[in-house]
């Protein structure tokens, strides 16, 4: 099997930059599928399981701001 | 720290604080008080709105992403999407604050104005404010030197 080396810019200047930038755009989109998650009737056991973290902390980040939403 | 900032200074740091919040994001950063100063006399004279740096900082962010062959378009940077909890300051944004209380020190001002908050989110070299500006030809510089 031929792994593909990912090509690293020569300066690092943007990848550090698209670092930074595909850091915001996961939390966003962890946000937003948390969100529906939850709307779709998810317990907070599963997401947690889906996203590989444990289950204390996905609800420790999200539970206010999704609680917040639905009222 | 807070309680040598000007009226003006302390408006600022509680609009980048509301925006960031409004826009559902955990911390708040360089780039959220830089669009609180897009009033400010200086970034006006350039000829450049809120509306336009909140573009540029858009831009900014899908060119960064395409570097890595990343499009984000079904995840809007600035969608309303309130967060619960009370933003922190970033690293930037402390950056920005550091850097600007240290250049208001040097000057001999007793106070902190709105004008040596603009000074500390300019001085920085990298990240999204210098990165922003530039895309809107702005040349960060030149507008240092001005302050």
Known sequence: MVVQSTEVPED??????????????????????????????????????????????VHKKHARRVESARD | MFERFTKDARAVVHAAVSDAKATGQST???EHLLLALAASPELRSLGLDREQL?????????????????????????????????PRFGASAKLALQRGVKLAQLRGGRRFRAQDLLAGVLAAEHGRV???????????DELRGRI
Do not use: C, F
């Open chain 2, 130 to 140: 210098p990165r922003a500006l530039n895309l809107v030809g702005i040349d960060v």
């Open chain 1, 12 to 57: 690092p200047v943007d990848a550090l930059a698209a670092v930074g930038a595909m850091r915001r755009l996961a939390d966003r989109v962890e946000a937003a599928a948390v969100s529906q998650a939850i709307s779709d009737g998810w317990t907070w056991a599963q997401i947690a399981e889906a996203l590989g973290v444990t289950r204390q902390a």
């Open chain 2, 28 to 30: 708040v950063e360089a």
């Open chain 2, 54 to 86: 909140a573009d540029a900082l858009i831009e900014e962010e899908r060119r960064s992403l395409s570097v890595v062959g990343l499009s984000a378009e079904n995840y809007q940077q600035r969608k309303p999407a309130s967060s619960a909890h009370e």
